[in-house]
């Protein structure tokens, strides 16, 4: 069943994530300005935001399992519109669709985390959660072999057809999850401006946005310096790149196993720091592709050890609402990473990749101050934490 579900992570967030080493070939077809490509990315992660308030929480009141098939059928017809898209604002709209129900990814990972045993919550976020970071990857060096065999809309016919897919075949495997009956989805809707109020959420929350906006940052900036002088990489010369980054993702499952041993804020710290120094490297880019490729190794093991970490501590707080917790969470996921997306091209066509640099190290070092900020309610909350969690530990 954890196979299926960090399939179905991938996949939903592939659809997010796949025009990122292909904004260049998308945008000559679709007639889209350079200062303006991050908006491809950008469209999916806003509609992404809109779903993680108004259909997330929804996990929480009815059957996650028909949820994730009914949203996984809706991300294909997504794609299919982008696919098919005949003008640039038909592409954005599509996006937009597409995010929207691509949060069927927190719905899954709320899912995962429902049916787990606290004692082994951190380890099966980890493995669910990978899925994410492979399908946000490996999407890069997928779409960039379809995009120089068969043109960038061959991406989502692939993703669109992969998502009706597996839309088949959650219905058909996952066991049914109802959450509590007695809860009304404007309740739900509204607990998620009520977490707001709690510290340790909004710490958790700010980190995520800086972490992602950072993450963005890279990853939907970095096929425009790559693309040009002095290196001219093809699109699926770029996607390759996402192969340094999943060998970091995948080298962070462990954050898991010490979130499990309680050692969650410390893991979250520790990478916090590391993100910020594998800017030092990833700023080398003009002139070292090796040290690109470390960089990238370091980020992405920091960003999947954060993230990890951080939902280990929100839904350990919170085990009768994972959904409304999760969905509040990845709202500012979604901020940081549509924020990451549309300033690093911004910057990246007036100061070039030294801007957007310097930009990624800034969202990471802002990410270490919030966590600064927020240890001490954190240690207040795990004082507070069901004495049943900690002795599972």
């Not at 880019?285 to 990238?296: C, K, N």
């Amino acid at each position: 069943m954890k196979t299926l579900l960090a399939a179905i992570c991938a996949v939903a967030v592939a659809t997010v994530y796949a025009a990122q080493p292909v904004l260049g070939q998308m945008g000559r077809d679709l007639q889209v300005p350079t200062d303006a490509l991050g908006w491809l990315v950008s469209a999916g992660q806003l509609g992404y935001l809109v779903g993680l308030v108004l259909l997330v929480p929804l996990g929480d009141r009815f059957d996650r399992r028909r949820l994730i098939a009914l949203h996984l059928g809706l991300v294909g017809v997504g794609m299919l519109a982008v696919a098919l898209a005949p003008a640039a604002g038909v592409a954005f709209a599509g996006l937009a669709l597409t995010g929207i129900f691509a949060v069927v990814v927190q719905t899954t990972v709320a899912y995962a985390a429902a049916v787990s045993e606290p004692g082994e919550r951190g380890r099966n976020l980890g493995f669910v959660t990978s899925g994410v970071v492979i399908g946000i990857l490996c999407s890069r060096l997928v779409a960039g072999v379809l995009a120089d065999v068969w043109g960038w809309r061959s991406i989502y016919v692939v993703l669109a057809t992969l998502s009706i897919a597996l839309a088949a075949t959650a219905l058909r495997l996952l066991p049914t999850d109802v959450g509590p009956p007695s809860r009304r989805s404007a309740d739900l809707v509204g607990g998620i401006g009520r977490l707001l109020t709690e510290p340790v959420f909004l710490s958790r929350g700010m980190i995520a946005f800086f972490l992602f906006a950072s993450f963005g940052t890279l990853w939907s900036g970095m096929a425009l310096p790559l693309s040009g002088t002095p290196w001219q990489l093809t699109e699926s010369q770029i996607g390759l790149f996402g192969l340094a980054g999943l060998t970091g993702a995948l080298g962070a499952t462990r954050a898991g196993r010490w979130a499990d041993a309680g050692k969650a804020n410390r893991v979250t710290g520790a990478a916090l720091v590391a993100l910020v120094v594998s800017w030092v490297l990833i700023a080398q880019l003009p002139w070292s592709l090796a040290l690109l490729i470390v960089g990238i190794v370091v980020l992405d093991f920091a960003v999947q050890a954060v993230h990890v970490s951080n939902q280990h501590i929100l839904t350990a707080q919170h085990p009768d609402r994972v959904s409304t917790t999760i969905g509040g969470y990845m709202v500012f996921y979604s901020l940081g990473s549509a924020v990451g997306a549309a300033a690093t091209t911004l910057v990246f066509s007036t100061s070039g990749w030294t801007g957007s640099a310097i930009l990624g190290a800034v969202f990471a070092a802002a990410g270490l101050v919030a966590w600064a900020l927020g240890i001490p309610a954190v240690r207040h909350a795990q004082r507070r934490e069901p004495a049943a969690v900690r002795a599972s530990r």
